[in-house]
């Protein structure tokens, strides 16, 4: 088994999971969402995590769907709470259904990601379960600071870098851990490699910001300009607002906040002060900041550096992936 | 320790249990919900499910509590599935804090209740992790399925049985199951307490069914009549509809289901029909049948007739409460 071959390994695996029959509109909308697709990042580094240290692959598979179950059950929450209409292009679970279903549904898929390590060597179970336990609680208060936040008035550069490793970098960050785990690495490497994880995910979150005002709007998948048009406090705006002068501070807080009459205006205006202030260079700063301090993680971790090699350029990709 | 000690010792141990602390906004909801109180039924359950067995009551202690912190997860999303504004007579949590809140605070709820099991021996835990998941799988259908019978016009006694089975029951069943598996009980002997605690289960549903409608609105914590009033089918209204006469049949056909111009006059009728049908002798042989079918699993538990006693005497003070 080969890294090219994770994603088909996966793609196989999950067609298989049985979530659960009847009724059908308990488990419908979990078909439903895990069919919608995805880059199924989180499992390939579970099994990357496992591939470091042995050949036997086995044993990370249902762990490594775990993650991915897990994942797509915070979509489906977050999805409803933030009254999104879609989620990769097709409807969200509670517009095809309705909120109810989109609560019970995600709340069995917490059931399941949790089943899905139950064939892991006991002796592994307990410490693997309760890093697990730790990530999802860590993903949930990384969703409520984010909804906290937008009734904030001053949210800081550490508090918003917090959230986002909260919310998405520590799954990544737990998914690398567990295939080493699985796989008998030391204690040492585990925690590395969740480093690595961890800050490779608050990068991407950083390069999800920026591609969302310097995007490609060919390549991209969403509107550029998105996060301005909502007010969305994200790195760029932040650091926007902490070095913006007296007449910046003024042009941001027309727009900012304020109903909008003209959306292209707006989104050109607060870009023109992220220009100014040379906000773009300054994130992709700290995107390779971030990214640097990864790959010093994944030096340390022992394993051959065949193995490595295929993880690090999945990272770069993923880096510099358009949308 | 005596069973007579067991609300006092899930009392201290609620007491001193570290949900989370930031954000305040994501662990407060859940205190809150648990510091409302309610007769801490499961947990107890857990323990008498231990104490059949052992002296060593402690590392079931963690567990008991899982299996009320799952309950009150399940009491949390529930309420705002059903927008209900009161729970034990305070606001709900979707009512004091938002909808949202409801969602991710229930959400860690369940990620706790999982962390509370693993302290176990890790030879017991898969086996004991495998069961409350299919349990808690099944409050889930149990809640989707009652969901569902409010837009279905034909739903049968059989299914209405199975709904609550899964919804209420089946949690008791494992609460004792679960006791018995942490003190090393024989497998038969964890199977007829996991029977006896589903069984009773029913029957205390029934029950709920019952008072409801006849029960005495001095001592009765809701509402007398309140399923009726919302056109709930339960088992009363269900195996009336079964039985009733075309007379019988017209008068439910003229208040369930339409406007209420007079809701004493609705109750009052449908409770007239219930009389003429004898649905509360026929409820009460349905909870006697339940209940001794418990009781003869209770028999065939391989335990001290002296330890067994008080699990019955609990039994029976639940069965006969009038709230």
């Known amino acids: ?74 979509l489906l929450h977050d999805d409803l709470m933030d009254q999104a209409p879609l989620r990769r292009g097709q409807p969200t679970v509670h517009e095809k259904w309705n909120p109810n279903t989109a609560i019970l549904s995600g709340d069995v898929m917490l059931v399941r990601a949790y089943e899905l390590f139950l064939d892991l060597k006991p002796e592994l179970l307990p410490a693997i ?27 800081s550069i550490a508090q918003y870098l917090d959230m986002i490793r909260l919310k998405t970098a520590v799954l990544l960050g737990f998914a690398l851990e567990l295939g080493a785990r699985i796989a008998g690495a030391p204690e040492a490497d585990a925690e ?6 961890t800050a490779i995910g608050v990068a991407f979150q950083l390069r999800d910001d920026l591609l969302d005002v310097y995007g490609d709007a060919a390549t991209f998948g969403k509107r550029v300009g998105g996060d301005i048009l909502s007010d969305k406090k994200t790195f760029l705006l932040l650091t ?3 070095q913006a002068s ?15 009459p ?17 906000i773009r260079a300054q994130t992709e700063t700290l995107i390779e900041t971030y990214f640097q301090a990864a790959l010093q993680h994944l030096d340390r971790v022992a394993a051959p550096e065949a193995r490595k090699a295929p993880l690090r350029h999945l990272t770069l990709q993923l880096m510099e992936r358009e949308s």
């Not at 580094?45 to 179950?69: R, S």
């Not at 999802?136 to 008035?153: I, K, P, R, S, Y």
């Not at 590395?192 to 994880?197: K, S």
Request: glycine content about 6%; overall charge negative.
């Open 246 to 260: 007296f007449t910046q501070q003024e042009i941001l807080r027309q727009h900012i906040g304020q109903p909008v």
């Open 1 to 74: 088994m080969t890294p090219q071959e994770f994603p088909q390994l996966i793609t196989a695996a999950l067609a298989v999971l049985d979530y659960g029959q009847a009724p059908e509109t308990l488990y419908d909308p979990l078909r439903y969402i895990m069919g919608l697709g995805g880059k199924r990042i989180r499992p390939q580094l579970t099994l990357f995590g496992a591939y470091l240290f042995t050949d036997d692959l086995g044993p990370a598979v249902k762990p490594a769907l775990a993650t991915e179950v897990f994942h797509n059950f915070t």
């Open 262 to 278: 003209d959306a292209e205006a707006k989104i050109a205006a607060v870009r023109a002060v992220y220009d100014e202030l040379r």
């Open 240 to 242: 926007a607002q902490a």
């Open 129 to 155: 379960l309760r890093r697990f336990s730790q990530t999802a609680a860590e993903v949930c208060e990384g969703q409520q600071w984010d909804m906290n936040f937008e009734t904030e008035t001053t949210v």
């Open 192 to 197: 590395h490699l969740r480093q690595f994880g």
